[in-house]
């Protein structure tokens, strides 16, 4: 079990929304903002194109471009983290985010990989998906995110 | 997908320890869990069932091997319903101060 090659972790939250809101909320500039802790994500969304992840004071979190692009249903980054070298030296990891309508309600399924085994980045982000999600979760169904800062 | 179905599926001792196992090693197949259990495969894969169906454990297939995910997502929900918006600062400096105690860090 430790021996497979790669690190990676698989989160899934069920939304009661449409897969189209739940598209806006995952590429909307001012949405991201709310859900995602202050952090500001700029992408034009095109196949290609690069995306960037800033702190609320300008500083670059992480980087990458888009791979995939098929809405409303598939979004697939490739995400390098920037500011802490020890996490920047393994390199680019890849984030797919997936969306199924189910029963009224839609799966959003996010799952995040990278090659290195025992990697440090998705030891990082394993923490931050969970409060991300809810918050994510939140605001769609009430309106309202559960924290606006860390 | 509901509280209820979180909290039925965590009301059980071997089922909790199967999520203690995903967390120490993700990502593992049914065989894999089984190793070392006092628990028939059988009942391994029923009580993966409930978690999967509680949505506490996602899966992803690759090839014709299932792999089993911890989902921390309903849990996280669960917690920042109660405790979230003002606890956490103090609750983090209280378990940093137990941990520190404790001699575990």
Redesign the interface.
Known sequence: MTDKPGSSYIYVTYIRTTPEKLWAALTDPKMMKDYWFGTIQECDWKKGSPWKMLFADGRIADAGEVLEVDPPRRLVLKWRNEWKPELKAEGPARCVYEIEPVDGAVKLTVTHTIERTGSKFIEAVSGGWPRILSNLKSLLETGEVLMRSK | ?DDDAVFRALADRSRRQLLDRLHR????TLG?LCQGLEMTRQAVAKHLAILEEA?LV?V?WRGREKHH?L???????IA??WI??FE?PRLAALAKLKRTLEGNE
């Open positions: 997908m090693a993700n990502g593992q894999e949505n996602a992803e995910f989902n921390p997502v309903p849990i996280n929900d920042e319903r979230g918006k956490r």
